[in-house]
């Protein structure tokens, strides 16, 4: 399975698809084990914790759904 990245597509002269502002071929993200070890413990922990864990899964995987 290939990693999602999030494309842009321009049309016209030198149009083509392109990675949007920001993103890099090398983007850190977190593997789904990984995301779902930190959604465990953010549910378990103070509430000083889970406010760090939640800032480490948005850093790291911005296209996940966030805990309610």
Same mark, same amino acid.
């Given at each position: ?5 999030? =494309? ?14 920001? =993103? ?5 993200? *977190? ?11 953010? =549910? ?9 864990? *939640? ?14």
């Amino acid at each position: 399975m290939g990693e999602a990245l999030p =494309v842009i597509a321009k049309q016209g002269y030198n149009g083509g698809y392109f990675l949007m502002d920001g =993103v890099g071929k090398y983007q850190n993200t *977190l593997s789904k084990e990984q995301l779902e070890c930190l959604e465990k413990l953010a =549910v378990s922990c103070a509430a000083e914790d889970k406010e760090t864990i *939640l800032s480490i899964i948005h850093e790291f995987e911005p296209y996940c759904e966030k805990l309610t």
